[in-house]
C-alpha cells in the first residue's frame, strides 16, 4: 500500500542512502526526496533510482533552477520538488515527463503553479499557513488539485491537515536528521505510517 507521504532527507550521505532507502520502503514508505543542499545528492539520489527505481518515486528538493532538474533527472529521479513557484522550472520537469511540486503558499501562487503544468502543490511552510489556511485555499482550487503539506505537519497533526483537505505530506526532520542511522529512520518511519494510517481511517 503506497501512502502519500514524501520522505525528505536533507542531509542524507551517498554512504548512507541505500540502507535508509531500504528502511523506508520497508516501513511502507515509497516516495523519496534527497534535498540538493545535501552533501552529493546527485550521487545519492542516482543510488536510490538504480536500486529503487522500479519500487519507489526518487528525486530531488530544493530544486531552483531549469538545469538543476536536468541534473536530476540525468540522476534516474524522476520527482522535482522546490521551496517555491518557479514556472521554468516547472515547465522543464513537465518536459521530462517527471513529477513536479513546487513550493506555493498564496492562491496566485498556487493557480499559476498549476497554469504552468505542475503535478501537485507543495503548501509551504505549512506551518504557517495551517490546516485552516488550507482549509480557505481548498474550495477554489480546481477541482482534481493535489496539495501536500510540508513543514509543520506530522503525526500530531495528519487527521487536522486531512480534513482541512491536505491529498498527502512532506516529512523531513521527523523522520531523517542528518547522521541518523538506519535502524533509527526505520522506527520513526514506522510510527508515521502508523499514524497516518490511523489518521486517514
Do not use: C, H
Request: charged share 20%.
Amino acid at each position: 500500500m503506497s501512502r502519500p507521504i514524501i520522505a525528505i532527507l536533507r542531509g542524507l550521505r551517498p554512504s548512507e542512502a541505500l540502507s535508509v532507502g531500504q528502511a523506508l520502503l520497508d516501513a511502507g514508505l515509497d516516495r523519496i526526496e534527497v534535498p540538493l543542499n545535501s552533501p552529493d545528492p546527485l550521487d545519492s539520489i542516482k543510488l536510490l533510482a538504480d536500486a529503487f527505481g522500479d519500487q519507489a518515486l526518487i528525486g530531488a528538493g530544493t530544486v531552483l533552477t531549469p538545469e538543476q532538474v536536468e541534473a536530476v533527472e540525468q540522476a534516474g529521479g524522476k520527482l522535482v520538488v522546490s521551496p517555491n513557484f518557479d514556472a521554468d522550472v516547472i515547465a522543464r520537469t513537465v518536459a521530462l515527463n517527471m513529477q513536479s511540486w513546487p513550493g506555493v503558499y498564496t492562491p496566485t501562487e498556487a493557480f499559476a503553479a498549476l497554469r504552468a503544468g505542475a503535478t501537485g502543490l507543495k503548501l509551504f511552510p505549512g506551518v504557517m499557513a495551517g490546516p485552516a489556511g488550507l482549509a480557505a485555499l481548498r474550495p477554489v482550487l480546481p477541482e482534481g488539485s493535489l496539495a501536500y503539506a510540508v513543514g509543520g505537519a506530522g503525526p500530531d497533526n495528519f487527521k487536522d491537515w486531512l480534513a482541512a483537505g491536505a491529498d498527502g505530506f512532506g516529512i523531513g526532520s521527523a523522520l531523517y536528521k542528518p547522521g541518523m542511522g538506519a535502524p533509527e529512520v526505520a522506527e520513526r518511519a514506522r510510527k508515521i505510517v502508523a499514524a497516518y494510517d490511523e489518521a486517514a481511517g
